[in-house]
Every structure is written in structure tokens, then in C-alpha cells.
């Protein structure tokens, strides 16, 4: 039997394309961003005349737009000039340091062709970059997007040497957009940047639920007819993403995730029931469901280890949490496994990144591995109690006595 076959999808008539609901979709209008558009707009207005245009930071939560308007201007842009301009748009999470970054700018650019893999000094690149770009007689604009990621990991240099680059004593015209959520990142950079970095500063505000409607509607009038959706179910995932800092993403991926529970299940109609199952769907506890699948042996050593640190903050050891889980399978009526069985759990729950240990030597005494939680305690103690079988140890709450109580 093919898996497939239970997919029959003949319940919602699609008349447009769902990918106009995915991230990667770029609108040929932005409401409620028509300040922004038109701030970035007058900014680099001056690129028209052949002149140097203002560094812009663009600041605001994510999922308002930052990104999507900054291409959108960008290239409304490259129409008007399209022999004059060349736009640069650099990713800072993926492309996270000076090398990286002047590779691909002399890549897009310059062409591909130019820049070996590999072999080439950071220098260098930088050389042949100021010289191909005084050669082409192109404005540039670079595009940081979460530029600050870039700041945090490199420091102010790396910001520091792409400020040269568009340099106009250098017989360059360019201009960087970085992009942030950190309303605090200019204020962070050292005098030298910040004085090079003679910035626009433009705030993309959370939308509210209204406005969330008014981005959502346009795009479920191109996919669905009206008759196949709720109105009350549009205006839910709206305010729902109004909840979430007003977050235009997350609005869009409940409607997009709601209208393919729709056609999974065959029926004729997107409502607010699907968009509940949608939000749950995209908000599932990814430690949750871990703990949730682990043995109750592993789920009991989690609780001895959490139980430890909350004695001993900064970490405990392999003796003290085995004293603890022996106390634990006691309480439960289960038999407790042997040391080298606990040692095996507690890599299990290592490799699951739930803790971490650190080995420690004890001089003459051997050594001990010492143990901590690396998340949410309470979160993390709360999803092991969901366990049946460990009903009985849902009153271990006043912990730090209960190391102490020799009757379990």
C-alpha cells in the first residue's frame, strides 16, 4: 500500500498557488508599510543622480517586514538604474565573517568566476574588490541582514572594513542597509564605526491584528474562493500573530499549515478549529516531546539530575545522582538499575542535549563526571511527571530537603 494514497486533497479547490503563503514569497505590495517604503525611498533617492545614498539601520521585531521591504525597494530600485546599480543582499547567519562576506560581494558583483574557493588572503580580496569596483562604475548596496549577528561574532572591524569599501574617497558610491531586531545595536559599536556609519535610522513597528488581516486577506482571496474559508478563522490566525510581537510570519505559516489540515482531512471548509490544529502543529514542544518518548529509567535519572542542581546549582556529580535515583525508584516500586546502567542514561540524555557533563579528576581518588541541566528545570521536570508510572512523585517539590529525608 502506498502511504500516499489516503491523500486525495479534492476537498478545497486551490485557484492560485500556496506558495503565496510560504517565506520565501515577495508581494508586489506591503500594507501598512508605506512610511517605511517611502523613508528608504528618499534615502537613497540621491542613487538616481549618480550620488552617494545614507547607510540606513532598519530596526524591528521579526516578521515585520524588514527584509521583505528592503528587496521590494531594492529592486523597484534596480529598474529605475539597472546599468548603474548592483545589490548585494548577505545573510549574516549564514555568511558570518569579513571573508565570507567580501567573497560573495566580489562574487555577486564582479562575477563568479573571478575568486577561487580557496587561496586567497583576506587582503587580497578586499584589493581586488576596491579595484573591480572602481572598475565597473557601479553604485553598490550591501544588505546585512542581521547585521548584528555579524558584530556580535567578528566585532566592529568586520563592519569597520565594509565601511571602506563604500568609501567614496576610494572613487566608490555605495551604501550598506543593515538589518536588526536589536534596538540597542548601533549603541553598542565602538566610536570608529559609528562615526563611519553616518545612518538613517528606520523602525519597522509589530503589527497589530488589524493590520495582520488586512496582509492576510489578500493572499487567501489568490489561493481559495470565499465560500471555502471562514472569515472568523483569518481573523484568528491574525490575532494570533499579533500575539506573537506582531509577528507577520507566523500569521501567514497558521493560515498556510491550516489550509493543508484542510485538504488532508477532505474538508470543504478552512475553520477556526484548523487553525487551533495549525498552532498547535507549529508550536509543538520539542523538549517536550523528547522526555515524552524516553524510558521511564531515563525520565527517572532526568528528575535525580534536576533534583541535584537544584541542591547544587552549579553541578553535581555521578554519585549524587545515583543516591537520589535510587531513592526516586524506591518511592515508585521500581528497581533501580546499576551504576554503569545509570552512566549509560545520563549519555542518552547528553546526546539529547538535556544535560551536560564535564569530566573532573579526583587525584588519587579517580575522577567523576559532573552534571547539569541545560534547560527549562521546571519545564523539564514537569514533562517527566506526565509519566504515569511516576504519578507518585509529583509532590517533589520542596527539593532541597528531600535529599536529606532518609524515610523514601
Not at 502506498?2 to 510560504?22: A, C, H, M, V, W
Not at 536589536?182 to 553616518?198: A, C, G, Q, W
Not at 491574525?238 to 505559516?253: N, V
Not at 515524552?292 to 533534583?307: A, F, M, N, Q
Request: net charge neutral; glycine share 6%; with cysteine.
Amino acid at each position: 500500500m502506498n502511504p500516499f494514497d489516503r491523500y486525495q486533497f479534492e476537498s478545497l479547490s486551490l485557484k492560485g498557488d500556496l506558495s503565496i503563503l510560504s517565506a520565501t514569497h515577495e508581494p508586489d505590495n506591503f500594507p501598512h508599510r508605506e512610511e517605511q517604503i517611502s523613508r528608504m525611498a528618499d534615502a537613497m533617492s540621491s542613487l538616481l543622480m549618480g550620488m552617494k545614498s545614507t547607510h540606513l539601520i532598519l530596526y524591528g521585531k521579526t516578521g515585520t517586514g524588514k527584509t521583505s521591504v528592503t528587496k521590494f525597494v531594492t529592486s523597484k530600485l534596480s529598474e529605475k538604474i539597472p546599468d548603474r546599480i548592483r545589490v548585494c543582499y548577505i545573510n549574516c547567519q549564514n555568511y558570518d565573517s569579513p571573508y565570507s562576506i567580501m567573497v560573495n560581494i566580489a562574487r555577486t558583483v564582479l562575477g563568479p568566476e573571478r575568486i577561487p574557493q580557496m587561496g586567497w588572503t583576506l587582503d587580497r580580496i578586499y584589493e581586488y574588490l576596491v579595484d573591480g569596483l572602481k572598475g565597473c562604475q557601479k553604485n553598490i548596496i550591501i544588505v546585512l541582514d542581521e547585521v548584528d549577528k555579524l558584530v556580535e561574532k567578528n566585532g566592529g572591524d568586520s563592519l569597520y572594513l565594509l565601511l571602506k569599501i563604500t568609501d567614496e574617497s576610494q572613487g566608490i558610491s555605495g551604501s550598506i542597509i543593515g538589518i536588526t531586531n536589536d534596538t540597542s545595536f548601533y549603541e553598542k559599536l565602538d566610536p570608529r564605526v559609528r562615526s563611519r556609519l553616518n545612518k538613517e535610522s528606520i523602525v519597522f513597528p509589530p503589527y497589530n491584528s488589524e493590520q495582520l488581516r488586512d496582509i492576510l486577506l489578500p493572499r487567501i482571496k489568490a489561493i481559495l474562493p470565499e465560500d471555502y474559508y471562514d472569515e472568523s478563522a483569518v481573523n484568528l490566525c491574525a490575532a494570533i500573530g499579533a500575539q506573537e510581537h506582531g509577528d507577520a510570519r507566523k500569521a501567514i505559516d497558521l493560515m498556510r499549515v491550516a489550509i493543508e489540515l484542510t485538504m488532508r482531512d477532505s474538508a470543504k471548509k478552512i475553520t477556526n478549529d484548523y487553525v487551533y490544529k495549525a498552532r498547535d502543529n507549529l508550536e509543538i514542544d520539542i523538549m517536550r516531546e523528547t522526555i515524552k518518548t524516553l524510558p521511564t529509567h531515563s525520565k527517572i535519572v532526568l528528575l535525580s539530575v534536576i533534583l541535584c542542581g537544584e541542591i547544587h546549582p552549579n553541578s553535581a556529580t555521578t554519585g549524587e545522582v545515583s543516591a537520589i535515583y535510587n531513592k526516586l525508584c524506591k518511592q515508585v516500586g521500581i528497581t533501580p538499575l546499576t551504576q554503569r546502567r545509570i552512566s549509560d542514561y545520563l549519555s542518552d540524555l547528553e546526546d539529547f542535549g538535556l544535560i551536560s557533563t564535564t569530566l573532573k579528576s579526583l587525584g588519587r581518588y579517580g575522577r567523576t563526571r559532573l552534571i547539569r541541566i541545560t534547560g527549562r528545570e521546571n519545564d523539564m521536570k514537569r514533562y517527566a511527571l506526565e509519566d504515569q508510572d511516576l504519578k507518585t512523585l509529583s509532590e517533589i517539590k520542596q527539593n532541597r530537603q528531600y535529599k536529606l529525608d532518609e524515610n523514601l
